[in-house]
């Protein structure tokens, strides 16, 4: 070892390191070509190292979906978990950790349906994390089933006559809840607006939403296809409190001046099933967080052992 390097650890301090993108790469993605995933692993992995966060100390946590595979694709620490569950072991592991940087990646699904109790909690709660919901209004890794964000009359192999009931909205949804602090759109399509969306999130201290519009080639192009090919449909909301994109000003001509304080008109424009709005509808940085309102005691590992012991003991025959 160096002098250097001995020098560091005697003094208890770690060696300082720049971290490359492909410190941030895992295994190869086995999304289907195409897929907005795809873009959405690099505008992530873009900010994990920009931020310079270093893998042993950031972790993803997912549920069950084509989306919910990313973690495997990021090499830093991962939970690939259990469908719908994402956002409770997220809490879990930042309530014990708070010096880990979490990221959350649900699908429609995995958040709006099965997970919906979760996520009215979470946003509730208003834990440091980011959660990112892939929202391709369909279920994808079960092959075409009708999502509470599929759109009314569209088909799917679950409901093939079409979608019965009215779209959930889920930036309308998330902005109803008690303690939202941090809600956002973007989409798979506008990699910088999207970069720069994540990266508001990961700035945001709470709990950051952002609902990223997702293509999905094999299941819902059709519903993706008119705001991609077509930029007079999408609207940008911007405000200096928001997310400012200098190089879409060419594209994106609709811009909308929005102070994300704002809440009363966040939820209004939420409403708007005319355009796609992309931007930051509401932050609020003062909002109490779960990790300062529950102290959760912190244990050595003797404590944990001697604490599982004890209990071990309790039911032993
Ligand atoms: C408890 C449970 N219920 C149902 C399933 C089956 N299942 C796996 S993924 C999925 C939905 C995936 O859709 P979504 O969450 O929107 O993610 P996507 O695949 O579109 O990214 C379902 C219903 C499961 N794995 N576990
Ligand atoms: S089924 Fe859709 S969401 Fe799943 S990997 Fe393929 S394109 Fe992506």
Same mark, same amino acid.
């Given at each position: 070892m160096s002098e250097l390097g001995c020098s560091l650890l005697t003094l208890g301090l770690e060696e300082e390191r720049e971290y490359g993108m492909q410190d941030y790469a895992g295994s190869t993605p086995r999304w289907?070509?195409?897929?907005?995933d795809n873009g959405i692993l690099t505008a992530v992995q873009r900010l994990l190292e920009a931020e310079q966060l270093p893998p042993e100390r950031t972790v993803f946590v997912s549920g069950i979906g084509c989306s919910s595979r990313l973690p495997h694709y990021v090499k830093t620490y991962g939970f690939h978990g259990i469908h719908g569950r994402a956002l409770p072991v997220a809490t879990g592991i930042k309530l014990h950790r708070p010096d880990l940087h979490v990221f959350v990646v649900m699908g429609d699904g995995d958040c709006c349906s099965i997970g919906a109790g979760h996520w009215i909690h979470a946003t509730r709660y208003n834990t440091d994390m980011v959660a990112l919901m892939f929202d391709n209004?369909?279920?994808g890794l079960t092959k075409n089933q009708t999502s509470? #964000? /599929?759109?009314?009359?569209f088909p799917s192999n679950t409901q093939p006559r079409g979608s019965y009931l009215p779209a959930l909205n889920p930036i309308e949804a998330t902005l109803g809840?008690?303690?939202?602090?941090f809600v956002a759109q973007t989409a798979d399509w506008a990699p910088a607006h999207l970069y720069e969306t994540i990266r508001a999130a990961y700035r945001h201290p709470g709990f950051a939403f952002v609902r990223i519009l997702q293509r999905?080639?094999?299941? #819902? /192009?059709v519903l993706f296809d008119k705001a991609v090919r077509d930029p007079s449909r999408v609207e940008l909301l911007v405000h200096e409190r928001g997310i400012d994109v200098p190089e879409l000003q060419g594209l994106y001509k609709n811009r909308r001046l929005h102070d994300p304080s704002n809440l009363d008109e966040a939820r209004r424009l939420a409403e708007d099933g005319e355009r796609v709005l992309l931007g930051i509808f509401y932050r609020n940085e003062s909002r109490p967080r779960y990790e300062e309102t529950r102290h959760v005691p912190r244990h050595s590992v003797e404590d944990r052992l001697r604490l599982l012991d004890r209990e071990f003991d309790r039911h032993a025959v």
């Open positions: 289907c070509p195409g897929c907005g209004e369909i279920y509470p #964000t /599929t759109p009314r009359g809840v008690t303690n939202a602090s999905c080639p094999q299941y #819902t /192009t």
